[in-house]
């Protein structure tokens, strides 16, 4: 996986050069361009092996990812583990090993047990049955991991690939946590800090649903590390603002931006202008999630999606479960030169 490398210089007079212009750059202020968008590995390449695991963020790394994503929550002993939920029931099998730690609610939560009782537990598909081709049930071995075991793996991979590949971990329900006497920020930039993760130049997003944790991590826990502020629907333009003064970008999810087709009797996608409006606000937009099996209703392939998401409305990033088509949509439409100017990120 290549990392283009450029001035700022060449960045800002790329925009307005025709074929005949040159420009000189000084080689003294390179800044690292990534590609456009960036592919964010949705809980690994989660649409071929089971969300979250090794084997999956290891594949997300052969399938050529920029960031691989990791949802956080915590364990009994404060360890973090990777997890898009705080419970158990949908991925593990929990229920056979530990019958009797349920809620009243049915349900088994992951900070009621200690690192060494989730190692006991098996991880399998979330999907396997609502989606015929994802990974099936009962073939193989699949374990929880910790959040230092991906960051080892993943670096591992780029020491022997000679790549360089970003984590992308969502803090889950800080405030669940926090109810609980668990501190997950704080526990997360401690492993971080373990391996010298600190700074905004090292390919690392910090993602969530809350804005009380997020403005905490920049203003109390002194955070530099590019936050992103994840939504359900979208902003109105005050509430773009506002995140502006906090965050570094805006993770959306796709109904946010593509609304359907038009009921012409020629359908057009109906987009939204909220991408313009954030890029306004210098922030960037990751949209979240493309699912080549589980496109939205009226689009009948992912590229063409992706050229609605990407060429017309101008996302910076895509989180997808498959994250190789959105690498070979990039790899042919290559929108860094044919879609406007670079993306400075990590300023």
């Not at 283009?4 to 000084?26: F, G, K, P």
């Not at 593509?258 to 937009?285: C, E, K, N, Y």
Request: proline share 5%.
């Amino acid at each position: 996986m290549n990392r283009l490398i450029i001035t700022a210089a060449l960045c800002v007079s790329a925009v307005n050069m025709t074929d005949a212009q040159t420009v000189e750059v000084d080689e003294v202020s390179a800044t690292a361009v990534e590609p456009w968008p960036i592919v964010i590995a949705h809980r690994g390449a989660s649409g071929y092996l089971p969300e979250h695991t090794l084997e999956a963020a290891a594949y997300a790394h052969a399938l050529g990812a920029d960031y691989i994503e990791q949802d956080c929550v915590l364990t009994k002993d404060r360890v973090p583990v990777v997890l898009h939920d705080i419970t158990l029931n949908r991925t593990t099998n929990v229920a056979e090993v530990f019958p009797d730690r349920k809620h009243d609610d049915g349900k088994w939560y992951a900070f009621d047990f200690t690192l060494a009782e989730l190692n006991q537990l098996q991880v399998h598909e979330r999907y396997a049955g609502e989606r015929s081709n994802r990974f099936p049930r009962g073939k193989s071995e699949f374990h929880i991991c910790t959040l230092r075991q991906q960051i080892e793996l993943i670096q591992g991979l780029d020491q022997s690939c000679e790549t360089q590949t970003g984590l992308y971990i969502e803090l889950k329900q800080p405030a669940r946590h926090h109810a609980e006497g668990l501190d997950i920020a704080r526990e997360i930039l401690k492993v971080l800090q373990e391996y010298d993760l600190h700074e905004a130049e090292d390919h690392i997003y910090l993602q969530c649903f809350e804005n009380a944790e997020l403005r905490r991590l920049r203003d109390e826990l002194k955070c530099r590390l590019p936050l992103i502020q994840l939504l359900g629907f979208p902003p109105s333009k005050e509430k773009v603002r506002e995140y502006a003064r906090y965050v570094d970008g805006l993770g959306l999810a796709i109904k946010c931006v593509f609304q359907g087709m038009s009921d012409d009797p020629d359908p057009q996608p109906r987009l939204t202008d909220i991408i313009r409006i954030a890029h306004q606000h210098s922030l960037q937009v990751h949209v979240w999630t493309l699912r080549k099996d589980a496109l939205p209703k009226g689009v009948n392939s992912p590229e063409l999606l992706l050229d609605w998401l990407v060429q017309k409305s101008g996302a910076d990033g895509v989180f997808s479960d498959h994250p190789d088509v959105v690498v070979r949509w990039r790899e042919r439409t290559n929108p860094v030169v044919n879609a406007g100017p670079f993306r400075l990120i990590h300023q």
